[in-house]
């Protein structure tokens, strides 16, 4: 079992929103290839979306706790027969926003991961904001 961290697309819209968090993840520019690489610090946490050059990747769970606690939006994953969905709702009070019930790409309309469904699910509040 390994901890998820969110992918280089949801990494850059947390950076446009205004995640600032310390986190020992972040992507970063290989210069030898030219893309964005997962990278890891091991001594210390740091806010890299500080950095022109980087991009913070929290874990999942930590940029959905991010969006349930200064946001106050959040997303619930949903299993049913065919996979996961996800719903977004108002953190202080339940309150319906929107969800990814069949609006998945297998063919049942869901997603086949909790991972997968809930980094779409992250995207989808951050678009909301």
Not at 90 to 119: C, V
């Amino acid at each position: 079992m390994k901890e998820e961290f969110v992918t280089l697309e949801t990494a850059k819209m947390l950076k446009e929103k205004g995640f600032r968090e310390d986190v020992f993840t972040f992507y970063k520019l290989d210069y030898v290839e030219g893309n964005m690489i997962l990278s890891e610090t091991y001594d210390y946490s740091d806010n890299f979306n500080k950095k022109d050059d980087c991009f913070s990747a929290p874990s999942q769970s930590l940029a959905q706790k991010w969006l349930r606690e200064t946001k106050n939006l959040h997303i619930s994953i949903i299993r049913n027969a065919c996979g996961y969905g996800y719903d977004i709702c108002k953190a202080d009070n339940g309150t319906h926003i929107t969800d990814g019930i069949f609006k998945g790409p297998n063919d049942g309309g869901q997603w086949d991961t909790y991972e997968e469904t809930l980094e779409v699910g992250i995207q989808e509040a951050l678009k909301l904001m």
